[in-house]
């Protein structure tokens, strides 16, 4: 930790700035926050549960994550809390350890690093996404019930799979003609609208905003998002819509949280195409940022698994996830960013709640439940 106080105070700048750091902490939040060059962070959390030994264990299924390493840090020895795929994932998060059971889907009482950063820093929820394969739960990271949080310090959250599908694109193409709209095609145009979820819609800027996020929703549309198939396609949804919110909104925050590496529990094949193909969406999403001038030099990644999988294959030559094994307890956290080391594997044993606390010491926020560290020798 020393090291990274260290690195803090060499970012901080000037030997004046660092020392009215020494005299006040939100002072030296700034101070590192104008000298840095990461104005910008991702968090990918293939929360489906993935095994190291699917991933850098065997190059040939992630080719898009290598070369991502190669350019930043990779942490082999990861820690993961494993309480089901909800409350690993959430932990991520919060930076604790949630005791939430698999099938939990409730909102959390701890506040998610996304509600620290929009207090903390003043950041508007038009500054913070959440890209969600689909369903409550990856949703539910978005923001806690703790009252000094909470939903008005909610992200912008888009559920893939919910809207970007076929009766979607049908509803699209019948907007643009003079006939009113049957109750069916209505109930889908509220649908769009409960899936662009946060806190706080309801004064006259919000709705400016809402309606820019329905026009960009509309747009994705005539994209061909919807036409993302098969096997992994709410991943590939949840990393197209990601790619082109960037790109569109450029926020502070984006998060994309991808859950269809659990078909593993009925096929390991299943499970070893969805690796490969969430590689491909990755790579594409890496691609577009770095060939964005202003986005390549200020965004800074973080891609995790909220845990792994067990060793050995079930009877249905499937994986589940239980066993205690280290293919389980751990996984590779990859950070890359302009700020970061180049190239290196960190072989000291950190954990998925550091990711908390890393992301908010980043940003200058204050993670003021989370229980993380941050992650050493992260910082070039
Ligand atoms: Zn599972």
New binding site residues.
């Given amino acids: 930790m020393a090291r990274f106080d260290r690195r803090e105070l060499l970012m901080g700048g000037a030997l004046s700035a660092a020392s009215l750091a020494l005299a006040s902490p939100l002072g030296f939040a700034r101070a590192l926050q104008r000298s840095q060059k990461t104005k910008r962070i991702v968090i990918v959390a293939m929360a ?2 993935v095994r190291t030994r699917e991933t850098i264990g065997s190059p040939a299924n992630v080719p898009n994550l290598m070369r991502i390493i190669e350019q930043g840090v990779v942490y082999p020895r990861t820690r993961a809390t494993n309480l ?2 909800f409350g690993a994932t959430l932990s991520i998060f919060t930076g604790i350890s949630e005791p939430r059971g ?1 099938r939990d889907n409730v909102r959390g009482t701890d506040p998610t690093l996304i509600e620290y950063l929009r207090k903390g820093l003043g950041l508007e929820q038009g500054d913070v996404w959440v890209s969600t394969s689909g369903g409550a739960q990856e949703a539910n990271v978005s923001y806690s019930l703790h009252p000094d949080y909470g939903a008005r310090y909610g992200a912008n959250t888009v559920d893939g799979d919910g809207i970007f599908n076929a009766e979607f694109k049908n509803l699209l193409d019948r907007l643009g003609r003079p006939k009113e709209m049957d109750p069916a095609e209505l109930v889908l145009l509220e649908r769009m609208r409960a899936s662009i979820t946060g806190g706080g819609v309801g004064g006259a800027e919000d709705m400016a905003s809402l309606s820019k996020v329905e026009h960009f929703l509309l747009d994705e549309l005539r994209r061909g998002t919807q036409d993302l198939k098969g096997l992994g396609a709410s991943d590939a949804k949840a990393f197209r819509v990601a790619r082109n919110l960037l790109a569109v909104f450029r926020p502070r925050f984006l998060t994309i949280v991808a859950r269809d590496a ?1 078909v ?2 009925g096929s390991f094949n299943n499970y070893v195409q969805v690796v490969r193909r969430n590689d491909e969406m990755l790579g594409e999403l890496w691609d577009s940022v770095q060939s964005d001038p202003e986005l390549a030099g200020s965004t800074s990644f973080f891609i995790l698994p909220e845990f792994g999988r067990d060793a050995d294959l079930n009877e249905r030559r499937g994986l ?2 239980g066993d205690g094994s280290d293919d389980l307890r751990y996984v590779s956290l990859v950070c890359c960013g302009p700020d970061f080391r180049r190239g290196e594997s960190i072989q000291e044993e950190v954990a998925t709640i550091d990711v908390c606390n890393t992301v908010c010491a980043l940003a200058g926020a204050e993670a003021r439940y989370a229980r993380g560290k941050k992650l050493p020798r992260l910082l070039a």
């Fill in positions: 489906g549960g089901g795929h698999i659990d593993a529990h589940d996830h």
